[in-house]
């Protein structure tokens, strides 16, 4: 009994791993037209990662983090600070 749980599990485990392979793998990014664009959707721009720090001053509001999304809109990013459209 305890035999066939394991094996069931295993299989379960593994089917759901697949899935969610599958599903981030079909997650469109989007590439905005220019800031304006990007900015209605995200008011404080979008972050390469968490750990980036704002070279170009004072901004606003906090930036939305997405590999993904920075590497699409990655011409935004007038100085290079790995934050596109910033404010």
């Given amino acids: 009994m305890k035999k066939v749980f394991a094996i069931f599990l295993s299989i379960g485990l593994i ?3 697949l ?4 599903a981030s ?8 037209k220019n800031c304006a664009a990007l900015n209605k ?3 404080g721009g979008v972050a ?3 750990s980036v720090k704002n070279k170009g001053g004072k901004t606003h509001y906090k930036p939305f983090v997405s ?6 809109n990655k011409s935004k990013d007038r ?3 790995f934050i ?4």
Avoid: P
């Fill in 15 to 17: 089917f759901s791993f």
């Fill in 19 to 22: 899935v969610s392979e599958e």
């Fill in 25 to 32: 793998a079909k997650t469109i990014v989007k590439k905005y």
């Fill in 41 to 43: 959707v995200y008011k």
């Fill in 48 to 50: 390469r990662s968490s």
């Fill in 67 to 72: 590999k993904a999304l920075y590497d699409a």
């Fill in 79 to 81: 100085d290079h600070d």
């Fill in 84 to 87: 596109a459209c910033e404010r």
